[in-house]
């Protein structure tokens, strides 16, 4: 109980103070490459740059996670299970009590279900479509496949394992939403949620922020809007008892906000306001040690030249925090998610 307040306390003074006291989410990226070739992200095209952490990494920020109270370690990417080390990270994790969570194409889930069940808490998947789709948007023949089978065989392991679908919602699939949602729960998957296609920024490995005419690939055109605001509300009326359940992560406000989005990059209506506080309650930390403040923002330092706790509570990092207006920056006007954790709830 003395430990929570405390912890509680200590989230509260770093949204005060702008110092890092408490930091209850840390995102890491294992692994630089991927074994897909999605259309919405250039993550594959640098895979011959391979970079990942090491053992040596992890157990370099125990000090510094230690100090925050971090609760939950977010396995991102590229796909954290290329790297060939990636079990001994978690294990690292889990012996410190830190909760691990894994982002992942789902291609290798089979090839690893045994020890994801023992070192990893939960699984989000990405899923795209129906089979034929979601192989086309992913570039793997036989993706879907491999996901679909995967699931299965942890579900035969361990019944109550819990694995989630992330979609991201873009030009190729919106048409399909429904399909989506029947598949995920085809696959008895625990929750699926939905977010726009981020095209504005450097994330995801663009060295370049995209233009046209690789931008209008992901990008609805204005003239699609329209049948976009119908299949949301189509979804809002067939599935509110999946949405008032939480199967579908999202409310029906957050739902139609991906409309909003879209139809903000015409001029029609501003940008969705998002109630973030990311840079106060996680980090993420790339495959070749460099920290940002989250996905989206530019590198801060990096964990093999200086501590998270070093990095993270530098004079230029306070002041970053302390002076980012989040309703007129740039990048998170444009943001196509967010982390809104309330000091009193634990990831």
């Not at 009590?97 to 994801?116: C, D, E, R, W, Y």
């Not at 296609?197 to 931008?215: C, G, T």
């Not at 029609?268 to 306001?273: C, S």
Request: glycine share 4%; with cysteine; charged share 20%.
């Amino acid at each position: 109980m003395l430990q929570a307040l405390t912890h509680t306390y200590k989230r509260y003074r770093t949204l005060q103070t702008h110092r890092i006291s408490a930091l209850p989410i840390v995102m890491l990226m294992p692994h630089s490459a991927c074994n897909c070739r999605c259309v919405m992200c250039d993550i594959w095209k640098d895979n011959k740059n391979l970079k990942q952490l090491t053992e040596e990494d992890i157990s370099g920020l125990l000090s510094s996670l230690k100090q925050f109270g971090t609760k939950q370690v977010v396995m991102s990417g590229g796909e954290a299970l290329l790297n060939p080390n990636f079990f001994a990270l978690c294990r690292i994790l889990k012996n410190a009590h830190i909760k691990v969570s894994l982002l992942t194409t789902g291609l290798t889930l089979k090839n690893h279900a045994p020890q994801l069940v023992e070192w990893v808490n939960d699984i989000i998947v990405s899923l795209d479509g129906d089979q034929q789709l979601h192989d086309a948007i992913r570039n793997i023949p036989g993706a879907f496949h491999k996901l679909k089978e995967g699931v299965q065989y942890i579900r035969s392991l361990d019944p109550n394992y819990r694995i989630t679908a992330r979609t991201v919602i873009h030009r190729l699939n919106f048409w399909n939403w429904t399909a989506i949602i029947e598949q995920a729960k085809q696959m008895k998957l625990d929750q699926i949620s939905f977010l726009p296609a981020d095209v504005s920024s450097h994330a995801f490995n663009r060295q370049i922020a995209w233009e046209k005419p690789r931008q209008d690939e992901i990008l609805l055109s204005k003239s699609e809007l329209p049948e976009l605001k119908a299949v949301i509300q189509n979804i809002i009326t067939d599935y509110a008892d999946d949405i008032d359940g939480g199967f579908i992560a999202e409310s029906e406000q957050k739902l139609m906000d991906i409309y909003h989005y879209y139809a903000a990059f015409y001029g029609m209506i501003p940008f969705p306001y998002k109630k973030c506080n990311a840079p106060w309650v996680s980090t993420v930390i790339e495959a070749d040690g460099s920290v940002r403040p989250c996905f989206f923002h530019d590198t801060i330092g990096n964990i093999r030249d200086a501590s998270l706790a070093t990095i993270l509570n530098s004079d230029d990092a306070i002041n970053w925090r302390k002076t980012l207006d989040m309703a007129t920056n740039s990048i998170c006007v444009k943001c196509v998610c967010s982390l809104n954790l309330s000091p009193r709830i634990n990831p």
